[in-house]
C-alpha cells in the first residue's frame, strides 16, 4: 500500500510537467484542488464530521494556506523552470526541513542519526543548488525549496495544534478552504476563460493528478498509519523522488545529470535517518 500511495505521488511529477504545457500553475491547482474536494468527499463520506467549531476552522484554514495553497502553487511554477525528477528531489528535502523546524519549535529531540540525516541532506540540497548556480535557471530549485518549506511548516503546525482532530475532516476541509482561495487567484491573475472553458485534456490531467495523486493516496496514508508509525513512513518518503525519475523516463525521457544523481542519494540518505524524529501524527500528501 505504501509503494501504491508513492507512486502516485511520484506519478504527479510528470504529469503536473505534461499539464502545465496546457494550463498555468494557478488553473491547473485550482482544478486539482476541485477533483481532490469532491473525490475526498465522497470517499471520507461517512467519516468526515461536517460540523466543525470556528476554532477548528480557523486552525484548518491556517494549514490549507501552507500545505494546499502556498506548497502546490510554489511546486507548480517551480516545475515551469525545470524537469519533473529535478522538482521532485528538491519538494523531498520536505522531511529533513520539517525535522529542523520540529526540533526549534516543537522541542524534539535530538539523536546522533537525527543530525547525520539533517547534515546529510542539507549537503545534497547545497550539492543541487550549486550546480544550478552554473548550468541552469536558479529560480526553479529556490521556487521548489521555497514549496518544501510552506509545506514542513504547514505540517509543523498540524503536529502542534491539529494532530487530535479527525483526519478525515481536515482532509477534507483543508481542500475545501483552498478552494474560493485559488479560484480567487486565477480571476485576479485574468485566468477566468481557462476556468470556465477548460480543455478536456487539461481537466484528465488534473483529474489524475487530483483523485488518484491526491485524494486517494492521501487516504492510502491516513490507513497506513493507522497501523505504523508516521516516523517509519516518513524514513521510506525518499522512494517518492527515486519512483519520480523512473516514470519522468518513461513519460517524458527527463533523466537527472549525475550531480543532480549525487544530490538525490545525499537528500534521500538524510530523510531515511530524519523523518525518525516526527512522532504518531499525520501530514498531507503530493
Known amino acids: ?33 476541485l477533483f481532490a474536494s469532491g473525490f475526498s468527499l465522497i470517499l471520507f463520506w461517512n467519516k468526515i464530521e461536517f460540523r466543525i467549531s470556528r476554532k477548528t476552522a480557523l486552525k484548518v484554514f491556517v494549514l490549507s494556506l501552507f500545505n494546499v495553497v502556498l506548497f502546490m502553487e510554489l511546486w507548480f511554477y517551480s516545475e515551469n523552470f525545470m524537469s519533473a525528477p529535478l522538482t521532485s528531489v528538491i ?11 520540529s526540533i526549534s519549535l516543537l522541542q524534539e529531540k535530538v539523536r546522533s542519526s537525527i543530525v547525520i540525516g539533517i547534515v546529510l541532506g542539507f549537503t545534497g540540497m547545497l550539492v543541487v543548488f550549486s550546480y544550478h548556480l552554473g548550468v541552469n535557471s536558479f529560480y526553479g530549485p529556490v521556487l521548489a525549496l521555497l514549496g518544501a518549506t510552506s509545506w514542513s511548516v504547514g505540517t509543523v503546525f498540524f503536529k502542534k495544534f491539529i494532530t487530535f482532530e479527525n483526519k ?14 485559488t479560484l ?17 485534456l487539461s481537466l484528465t490531467l488534473a483529474a489524475l493528478i487530483g483523485i488518484p495523486g491526491t485524494a486517494f493516496a492521501y487516504y492510502v496514508f491516513l490507513h497506513l498509519n493507522r497501523d505504523y508509525s508516521v516516523a517509519k513512513i516518513s524514513s521510506l ?50
Not at 3 to 24: D, G, H, R
Not at 91 to 101: D, F, H
Not at 168 to 181: D, K, M
Open 184 to 200: 480567487l487567484i486565477a480571476l485576479l491573475s485574468g485566468e477566468v476563460n481557462e476556468i470556465v472553458n477548460p480543455s478536456l
Open 91 to 101: 519538494i523531498y528535502t520536505y522531511p529533513i526541513i520539517s525535522t529542523v523546524l
Open 1 to 33: 500500500m505504501f509503494i501504491v500511495m508513492a507512486s502516485f505521488w511520484a506519478l504527479n511529477y510528470p504529469l503536473v510537467k505534461i499539464a502545465l504545457a496546457y494550463e498555468t500553475p494557478t488553473v491547473l491547482l485550482f482544478f486539482r484542488v
Open 168 to 181: 478525515e475532516t481536515v482532509n477534507l476541509y483543508q481542500f475545501v478552504f483552498a478552494l474560493p482561495i
Open 237 to 286: 518518503l525518499f522512494v517518492v523522488p527515486a519512483i519520480s525519475v523512473f516514470f519522468s523516463f518513461l513519460i517524458l525521457n527527463q533523466l537527472l545529470s549525475l550531480i543532480e544523481i549525487i544530490g538525490l542519494i545525499l537528500i534521500s540518505i538524510g530523510t531515511f535517518f530524519s523523518a525518525g524524529i516526527m512522532n504518531k501524527s499525520v501530514k498531507n500528501g503530493v
